[in-house]
């Protein structure tokens, strides 16, 4: 009986950091998105200001 409670034990703490991981991955990537929408956007506003035209989402390019 003991080695079961020492193994749900080890499990236990494993699925507890496992779990911390992936909660401080998710907050990476959350940023990481934040950040690459910022540059999509910021690069759009530079082509816009240049004269060029840039495809946003189903947006069609003005020679169609």
């Given at each position: 009986?003991?080695h079961?409670?020492e193994?749900?034990?080890?499990?236990?703490?494993?699925?507890?950091?496992?779990?911390?991981?992936?909660?401080?991955?998710?907050t990476?990537?959350?940023?990481l998105?934040?950040?690459?929408?910022?540059?999509i956007e910021r690069?759009?506003?530079?082509?816009?200001?240049a004269?060029g035209?840039?495809?946003?989402?189903?947006?069609?390019?003005?020679?169609?």
């Amino acid at each position: 009986m003991q080695h079961l409670e020492e193994q749900i034990a080890h499990l236990t703490k494993t699925v507890d950091e496992i779990s911390a991981v992936m909660a401080r991955q998710q907050t990476e990537i959350d940023r990481l998105t934040r950040r690459v929408q910022m540059l999509i956007e910021r690069e759009a506003g530079r082509e816009q200001d240049a004269g060029g035209g840039v495809v946003i989402g189903d947006e069609r390019p003005p020679h169609y």
